[in-house]
């Protein structure tokens, strides 16, 4: 089973578990400054999801629809998951 993808960022190849949304400038923060272990206050999270969520819908029309879908699809999801 595969846990783990291999995205590319301009340092290179790096590893994401594979159900996670995030890239590679995430996973190697994640790696590189591990420095207290608490998370973002899950309504930090959720605001930042809806503004995320929000711009992706009103520039609809000016992104393509691959970039558009990729904003959209986790915001959704994770919104219905999080917040029913």
Request: glycine residues 2%; positive net charge.
């Amino acid at each position: 089973m595969v846990t783990a993808k291999k995205v590319i960022d301009s340092l290179g190849k790096v590893e994401v578990p594979i159900e996670v949304f995030y890239a590679a400038q995430t996973a190697r923060a994640i790696n590189n400054f591990p420095i207290s272990g608490q998370r973002m206050p899950i309504s930090y999270i959720r605001a930042l999801l809806l503004a995320k969520w929000a711009e992706a819908n009103a520039e609809l029309t000016l992104l393509e629809q691959p970039t558009a879908v990729t904003i959209l699809s986790p915001a959704a999801y994770i919104s219905v998951r999080c917040w029913p």
